[in-house]
């Protein structure tokens, strides 16, 4: 998700002019001119400092009101002006110039594009990284999120915003350096870490690049992770900064497995590998042991527990996951939930062992299909199909199948469409919904009997009849698929029958042609 920041409150400026109209006074005896945009920005070049914050205390105020302000404003090539003052001795000066600046970039491509040509950028971060003026630094942060919703100014900020707003906002205002730097500590600031994590929560979004720089910057993901448990710890986890902070990790979890590294990747073997239990020594059955265990460990991979992961080791750690279940439980913000969710979602995508273990841990270790349940349940649509989308990653280990049927499977059938009333989720949710049941269907007749004994039968017949006029849907696809699988087990063909089900219900020609075809 992106977003413009929202433009500052318009200030009160009476002070600030009746002040400048006294020293005019005093110079003059005429009356000084009305103050326009014109004169405003002709005015941005003096070197009288209540001049200066006159003339951008009224430009802020009228791009605050109106659109064509913004565009008078680079007409008039007033952005590099107003950068210019970034680098003034007063920090009044910066700190309404910066006001400016984030008022006249607010949902203006054009304006935000002369800022990144004007090198308005390295401008914007030297005044962050030096400023200790608190209102200041949240005009600052403010007019970076501002610039961060523009795709083109995403890879130049990745580039040369990262380290600076993480060594100058999250650091100090996580708390994760408490005690360490006390002079770090005075520039901790509740709005200006809002702001920065809103302008990172852009960038995380801009792509591969820009994902792999935030993971490997030093103490970006440290400290989101230190702020969002703390906020858990306070019952705090419905303030807008820690939605921010999740749909970071979030966009950080994306493709994660893919995207590593060699070097870690290895690690993450080599570390599964150590956690695998050896084999007793002393055993009467020393070839049947060797089995248990081996298939013991096949049923449970779980995560290593590492005590003080750093940096990008937190995406897969076991503690996170638990972060990320606290969330789910104790949050009521829809996006905080749906990113909570889909950071699990994607971290347990891949196919790899790490993955698994994930899986493994999610279910297992924590019991978090119970947090999950809850999302089906009572979540928006899109934490609901988000919700659903983790499920049929976890569907892909016969293991967890048990687990799934005991906890969720109703609200799984709960889902799916009736023939006469429809759902508020979309068709693609739907799709999901079968290949979950389908998987289910495989491992045990006991799975299908349950699916069954959950009335999913007539809502599947009617989603596997659904025709877009040149076949089958996704949907209907899908669901002739699962149908097919359910026949498969013999011993259920009778408890079929006596529900008024034949063979030809299930085996046809629209289910064979929809299972040869996912095999071509």
């Given at each position: 998700?992106?977003?413009?920041?929202?433009?500052?409150?318009?200030?009160?400026?009476?002070?600030?002019?009746?002040?400048?109209?006294?020293?005019?006074?005093?110079?003059?005896?005429?009356?000084?001119?009305?103050?326009?945009?014109?004169?405003?920005?002709?005015?941005?070049?003096?070197?009288?400092?209540?001049?200066?914050?006159?003339?951008?205390?009224?430009?802020?105020?009228?791009?605050?009101?109106?659109?064509?302000?913004?565009?008078?404003?680079?007409?008039?090539?007033?952005?590099?002006?107003?950068?210019?003052?970034?680098?003034?001795?007063?920090?009044?000066?910066?700190?309404?110039?910066?006001?400016?600046?984030?008022?006249?970039?607010?949902?203006?491509?054009?304006?935000?594009?002369?800022?990144?040509?004007?090198?308005?950028?390295?401008?914007?971060?030297?005044?962050?990284?030096?400023?200790?003026?608190?209102?200041?630094?949240?005009?600052?942060?403010?007019?970076?999120?501002?610039?961060?919703?523009?795709?083109?100014?995403?890879?130049?900020?990745?580039?040369?915003?990262?380290?600076?707003?993480?060594?100058?906002?999250?650091?100090?205002?996580?708390?994760?350096?408490?005690?360490?730097?006390?002079?770090?500590?005075?520039?901790?600031?509740?709005?200006?870490?809002?702001?920065?994590?809103?302008?990172?929560?852009?960038?995380?979004?801009?792509?591969?690049?820009?994902?792999?720089?935030?993971?490997?910057?030093?103490?970006?993901?440290?400290?989101?992770?230190?702020?969002?448990?703390?906020?858990?710890?306070?019952?705090?986890?419905?303030?807008?900064?820690?939605?921010?902070?999740?749909?970071?990790?979030?966009?950080?979890?994306?493709?994660?497995?893919?995207?590593?590294?060699?070097?870690?990747?290895?690690?993450?073997?080599?570390?599964?590998?150590?956690?695998?239990?050896?084999?007793?020594?002393?055993?009467?059955?020393?070839?049947?042991?060797?089995?248990?265990?081996?298939?013991?460990?096949?049923?449970?991979?779980?995560?290593?527990?590492?005590?003080?992961?750093?940096?990008?080791?937190?995406?897969?750690?076991?503690?996170?996951?638990?972060?990320?279940?606290?969330?789910?439980?104790?949050?009521?913000?829809?996006?905080?939930?749906?990113?909570?969710?889909?950071?699990?979602?994607?971290?347990?995508?891949?196919?790899?062992?790490?993955?698994?273990?994930?899986?493994?841990?999610?279910?297992q270790r924590e019991n978090g299909l119970q947090q999950v349940k809850k999302m089906l349940q009572e979540g928006e649509s899109d934490v609901k199909r988000t919700s659903i989308s983790l499920i049929k990653n976890l569907s892909q280990h016969q293991e967890l199948h048990p687990d799934i049927v005991t906890q969720v499977l109703p609200e799984l059938v709960g889902m799916l469409p009736n023939d006469?009333?429809?759902?508020?989720?979309?068709?693609?949710?739907?799709?999901?919904?079968?290949?979950?049941?389908?998987?289910?269907?495989?491992?045990?007749?006991?799975?299908?009997?349950?699916?069954?004994?959950?009335?999913?039968?007539?809502?599947?017949?009617?989603?596997?009849?659904?025709?877009?006029?040149?076949?089958?849907?996704?949907?209907?696809?899908?669901?002739?698929?699962?149908?097919?699988?359910?026949?498969?087990?013999?011993?259920?063909?009778?408890?079929?029958?006596?529900?008024?089900?034949?063979?030809?219900?299930?085996?046809?020609?629209?289910?064979?042609?929809?299972?040869?075809?996912?095999?071509?």
């Amino acid at each position: 998700m992106e977003v413009d920041m929202g433009r500052q409150r318009e200030v009160e400026v009476h002070l600030q002019q009746s002040r400048t109209q006294d020293v005019m006074t005093l110079e003059s005896e005429s009356k000084p001119p009305e103050m326009t945009l014109e004169r405003a920005v002709s005015l941005l070049t003096q070197e009288n400092e209540e001049t200066l914050i006159l003339a951008a205390s009224h430009i802020q105020n009228q791009c605050f009101k109106s659109a064509d302000a913004k565009k008078m404003v680079y007409y008039l090539r007033g952005i590099g002006k107003l950068l210019q003052l970034l680098d003034n001795d007063n920090e009044e000066v910066q700190r309404v110039a910066a006001g400016s600046l984030r008022n006249v970039v607010f949902q203006s491509s054009e304006n935000k594009m002369e800022v990144k040509e004007s090198d308005g950028v390295a401008t914007i971060l030297s005044a962050l990284k030096s400023s200790r003026d608190v209102e200041t630094r949240r005009q600052l942060a403010g007019l970076l999120w501002n610039l961060s919703s523009h795709d083109l100014l995403k890879e130049r900020l990745s580039r040369d915003a990262l380290s600076v707003l993480t060594q100058s906002v999250l650091v100090p205002s996580s708390g994760i350096s408490e005690g360490e730097n006390p002079k770090d500590e005075l520039l901790a600031d509740a709005d200006v870490f809002h702001f920065a994590t809103g302008c990172l929560r852009n960038l995380s979004s801009a792509g591969p690049d820009s994902r792999k720089a935030m993971r490997h910057c030093e103490n970006l993901i440290d400290s989101l992770i230190y702020y969002i448990r703390g906020t858990i710890a306070d019952y705090k986890t419905d303030d807008k900064s820690t939605e921010n902070c999740i749909c970071i990790l979030h966009n950080l979890s994306y493709q994660i497995e893919a995207e590593l590294p060699k070097k870690y990747t290895q690690d993450l073997r080599e570390s599964r590998l150590n956690l695998a239990p050896e084999p007793k020594s002393v055993s009467c059955f020393p070839q049947r042991s060797a089995k248990i265990t081996e298939h013991l460990e096949r049923r449970s991979p779980l995560l290593e527990e590492k005590a003080n992961p750093r940096g990008i080791e937190w995406l897969w750690s076991a503690i996170t996951v638990r972060m990320y279940l606290s969330l789910i439980a104790c949050s009521v913000r829809p996006h905080t939930q749906e990113a909570a969710v889909g950071a699990l979602q994607n971290i347990t995508a891949g196919n790899g062992a790490v993955s698994e273990a994930i899986a493994f841990t999610i279910v297992q270790r924590e019991n978090g299909l119970q947090q999950v349940k809850k999302m089906l349940q009572e979540g928006e649509s899109d934490v609901k199909r988000t919700s659903i989308s983790l499920i049929k990653n976890l569907s892909q280990h016969q293991e967890l199948h048990p687990d799934i049927v005991t906890q969720v499977l109703p609200e799984l059938v709960g889902m799916l469409p009736n023939d006469d009333t429809g759902t508020d989720l979309p068709s693609e949710v739907t799709v999901s919904l079968c290949h979950i049941l389908n998987d289910l269907s495989q491992s045990a007749p006991q799975h299908v009997r349950a699916i069954v004994n959950q009335g999913a039968l007539p809502k599947i017949f009617s989603i596997s009849r659904k025709d877009s006029g040149y076949g089958p849907t996704r949907a209907g696809q899908a669901a002739c698929v699962l149908l097919h699988t359910m026949w498969k087990h013999s011993d259920l063909h009778g408890a079929y029958k006596k529900c008024g089900y034949r063979k030809a219900d299930f085996i046809n020609a629209r289910t064979t042609k929809a299972v040869n075809s996912g095999r071509n």
